[in-house]
């Protein structure tokens, strides 16, 4: 009856063989030979206590004839089986005889319990059916070891997790989706240990319940916000009820939450007492596996030979390899740096060895080539015996503390190197540290500072400033720039320059303040003497005003009465031919004096900024036709030819029109100088490019030298001393041209192919953007003069009689008063349609004049005065005056300007 010896001696074997329990021993010979011949182990048992001792030998199944289960005895092969692990339940094979079921067979079959793993095999069958079901009864077993398997390393797998959660010096507590404790570790228990002194009154409590003081604090909603979204958390606050601070790191899984919690007075003691000090925490975290996959930090264990048995997701990804690609193998073999392979493989062997702790940092390149710092720390995990069972280890990317580090070193440096004097204070007013600066300013070394009050440095009678100071930073507002004294060490006073800036700590809390303190002394008196200087230049530049003010007064006044004798019998026709040209002559040298007054006041206002614009919008091409016929006459007498062609599509520009006059009679009075008789000057338009309009003014002159060229637009320039002999001028007209043009944003160039080749002159003008045109010109269609009754208020008696006689030839109806009293006289007793009136005058100024006699009727006023600066022309206006007209007056200006009023409503 013995089968297959050698399977009974091996333990695996035994757990594969198949008991035989038959009533004839041919039967289960043929059985066990079947079997055998398909390779499966066999026993034959003779009885029933035999099969029951085999059983607890090892076996994988049991076939046994139906005949064999009655008696006593099968009940100790149903104990047997009763015992029996949880894991277990041993295939049973029943051969049964076939043919008609009875009760008593059924209950037979019933002694194994409704749970039974049992299958009936009917006589006859063939020996295949015979061997299948074997096979499926053993493939069952096999199955039930592989999950005994299982089982065992699972159990062995939570122990050791258990067992690294345990060890770690962080406080651990697991929470269920239901808010109730499903574990925590004993540094968690001692945490809390002021509160509750055992695990199992947390074990299975609801956590609002047991901890109702955090429900509605940073500490609650951060749980339920890491529950919610499914994010990791973390936060740093002082928790009362175990008088700590404490650091939290909330982590999302599948069965709820992983929270860690590390005490971290100490630390923060440390904080408070360094200020910017880097802070060092290490996170020793051990969690579960679905915890510490989703941690920013890596978590890994090593076995006792420095080999990987564990490695969470994020190291994983940084390495970009699998977990079974990582499992087993140690740092050489995962391709580190030998170095760095040999101390990290070093390292663990010590923990292994001593039990103890390692924390270190070191730099690492990345698989990526990624370059970076890292903290790690190797811990270890006991046995029960007491050994070190596996090494439990964590990193974290220190990369940004480092720099920061280093920045924090450089910055020192940078502090301690500085000239000026660098302090900081605590909100009590107290030196906390001092450089090399505030020992040069002030005389104090270090030792003899820090730990004193700011106070020291402060003259009595500024004691308040530190109060208000403090007041500011622990409000959080700076101090920029504030002047103001201190006393050196020696008593010396000095004037300083203070930036006081409020330091905060982690959490944003004012502590303190930087001061940085600059000595100004000889900045103050440097500063003053400017002032003094600039005090100077100013009176004098006043005074320099002041006095071409005057002369500009002085020299036009006698000039209007000489300009429109001039002007007046050089159009008479009743004037012999000789004489009129004798008095164009006349006019021309005083029109030129007159211009030469003006350069010389438009350039003063131009470099002292000065000169006011009264811009808007003006047709381009109206500006231009005005401008050329009020030259037409001067180029007309030089026997030049003037062509002027004007683009429809021109537009208007943004400018003043007095100035935009001024620049175009300039250039094309230039033109006109330097070109000969016979000549052709050319004003032409051009529809705007870009938002800017195009003047050109071409002419046959002399042209310019190319080394003259770019210096054709300086004040007094004219090139060759020949040409200023033979034209004459100052050179200005040019200067005060391109900065008219400047000021209204424009340009202006002058190009000449040389001497001989003429001139272009080419100004572009910013248009109106859209604007519409509203200097549509002088309306020639205004009342009569002869309906007009004027009153001239003029002191000067040559200007008053030739005002009067060559307005009174017109055909106005003129009255002349010499000072204001009489002009206010004179115009109550007569109505007046416009007023005539010089600014000096021997009794009063015609401003004041102009609001006496505005405050009496309505009445338009043109004020004509040797007085011509930007201030005079907005005073005049103020006072009532509609016009401005600066002596020397010819008669045509102020007919225009008589006509403008006469037109207006």
Not at 103 to 108: D, Y
Not at 351 to 379: L, M
Not at 684 to 698: D, E, H, L, N, Y
């Amino acid at each position: 009856m013995n089968s297959a010896p050698a399977a009974e001696s091996d333990a695996g074997m035994l757990e594969q063989r198949v008991l035989v329990l038959a009533p004839t021993a041919s039967d289960a010979r043929l059985t066990a030979e079947f079997l055998a011949q398909e390779g499966v182990p066999v026993a034959i048992c003779r009885d029933i206590p035999e099969l029951c001792r085999k059983v607890g030998e090892g076996c994988g199944a049991l076939l046994l004839a139906e005949e064999t289960l009655v008696g006593e005895p099968v009940h100790a092969l149903v104990e047997t089986l009763s015992r029996q692990p949880a894991w277990s339940d041993l295939p049973i094979a029943i051969i049964t005889s076939g043919g008609e079921v009875s009760q008593a067979r059924l209950r037979r079959l019933g002694i194994f319990g409704s749970g039974g793993n049992v299958t009936l095999l009917e006589l006859p069958f063939r020996p295949a059916t015979l061997i299948s079901t074997v096979e499926v009864a053993l493939r069952a077993r096999r199955r039930q070891h592989e999950v005994r398997e299982l089982l065992r390393k699972l159990q062995a797998g939570e122990e050791r997790l258990q067992g690294i959660l345990d060890s770690i010096s962080d406080a651990f507590v697991a929470i269920d989706r239901n808010w109730r404790f499903a574990y925590l570790n004993p540094s968690y228990l001692k945490l809390v240990s002021p509160l509750f002194k055992s695990a199992e009154e947390l074990l299975g409590q609801n956590l609002w319940e047991k901890f109702p003081d955090i429900a509605d604090t940073e500490i609650g909603q951060l749980y339920r916000d890491t529950m919610a979204g499914q994010i990791t958390g973390a936060l740093e606050l002082y928790y009362p009820p175990v008088g700590a601070w404490l650091e939290i790191r909330a982590y999302p899984s599948s069965f709820g939450l992983s929270i860690y919690v590390q005490n971290i007075t100490g630390r923060k003691k440390q904080e408070e007492a360094l200020v910017d000090l880097t802070r060092k925490v290490s996170d020793q975290a051990r969690i579960f596996d679905t915890a510490l996959s989703n941690i920013a930090d890596f978590a890994y264990t090593f076995d006792r030979e420095g080999r990987f048995i564990y490695i969470n997701k994020p190291l994983l990804d940084l390495w970009g390899l699998t977990l079974e690609e990582a499992t087993g193998k140690n740092f050489f073999e995962l391709q580190y740096p030998e170095d760095l392979a040999a101390k990290l493989q070093r390292q663990i062997r010590e923990v292994v060895e001593t039990g103890q702790v390692i924390t270190d940092e070191t730099p690492y390149t990345n698989p990526s080539g990624e370059e970076g710092w890292y903290e790690y720390i190797f811990s270890p995990v006991f046995a029960e015996d007491g050994s070190v069972e596996v090494v439990a280890g964590s990193t974290r990317v220190i990369t940004e503390r480092r720099k920061a580090e280093d920045g924090a070193r450089q910055l020192a440096a940078i502090v301690q190197s500085s000239e000026d004097a660098i302090i900081s204070k605590n909100l009590d007013g107290i030196i906390m540290s001092w450089n090399h600066g505030a020992e040069r300013l002030f005389g104090y070394t270090f030792h003899e500072a820090v730990g004193q009050p700011v106070a020291i440095l402060i003259p009595e009678e500024r004691r308040d400033e530190e109060a208000e100071i403090l007041d500011r930073i622990r409000n959080a507002k700076p101090v920029e720039h504030y002047e103001t004294i201190r006393r050196r060490k020696n008593g010396e006073l000095i004037s300083v320059s203070l930036s006081v800036s409020p330091i905060k700590d982690h959490s944003g809390r004012v502590v303190g303040a930087s001061k940085i303190a600059r000595d100004i002394t000889e900045q103050k008196k440097t500063e003053l003497a400017l002032k003094e200087a600039k005090e100077t230049a100013e009176s004098a530049n006043r005074s320099k005003d002041h006095f071409l003010a005057v002369l500009s007064h002085e020299l036009r006044t006698p000039l209007t009465p000489v300009l429109m004798t001039a002007s007046s019998l050089e159009m008479d026709p009743t004037v012999p031919p000789n004489l009129r040209a004798d008095m164009a002559l006349i006019r021309r040298n005083v029109e030129l004096e007159t211009k030469l007054i003006d350069d010389l006041l438009d350039l003063s206002r131009i470099t002292t900024g000065k000169l006011a614009l009264h811009g808007r919008a003006i047709d381009l091409n109206e500006a231009v036709r005005q401008v050329c016929e009020i030259c037409r006459q001067q180029v007309a007498e030089k026997n030049v030819q003037l062509e002027i062609e004007l683009d429809a599509a021109a537009g208007s520009v943004h400018a003043d029109p007095a100035r935009l006059q001024q620049v175009l009679w300039n250039i094309l009075k230039n033109a006109a100088k330097f070109t000969p008789e016979g000549g052709r000057i050319r004003v032409s338009t051009s529809p705007p490019v870009m938002g800017r309009a195009q003047i050109a003014i071409r002419d046959s002159g002399i042209g310019i030298e190319p080394a003259i060229l770019p210096k054709i637009f300086d004040a007094f320039e004219q090139g060759d001393s020949k040409i200023t002999r033979q034209f004459g001028g100052l050179g200005l007209g040019l200067a005060i041209t391109k900065a008219l043009v400047a000021l209204h944003e424009g340009t202006i160039r002058a190009e000449s192919e040389g001497i001989g080749h003429g001139s272009t002159f080419v100004i572009e003008w910013p248009s109106s953007g859209g604007e519409q045109a509203s200097d549509k010109g002088l309306d020639e269609k205004s009342r009569a003069g002869e309906s007009l009754r004027i009153l001239i208020v003029e002191d000067h008696k040559d200007t008053a009689a030739m005002l009067a006689r060559l307005l009174g030839a017109t055909g106005y109806h003129v009255a002349v008063a010499n000072t204001a009293a009489a002009a206010l006289e004179i115009a109550d007793r007569q109505h007046f349609d416009l007023v005539v009136s010089d600014i000096g005058l021997p009794d009063s100024t015609g401003y004041d004049f102009m609001r006496r006699l505005c405050e009496r009727r309505k009445i338009k006023g043109i004020a004509m005065s040797g007085y011509g600066m930007e201030e005079d022309i907005r005073r005049s206006l103020a006072a009532g005056f509609s016009e401005h007209l600066v002596k020397p007056v010819n008669l045509s200006s102020l007919e225009q300007a008589i006509r403008r009023l006469a037109s207006q409503p």
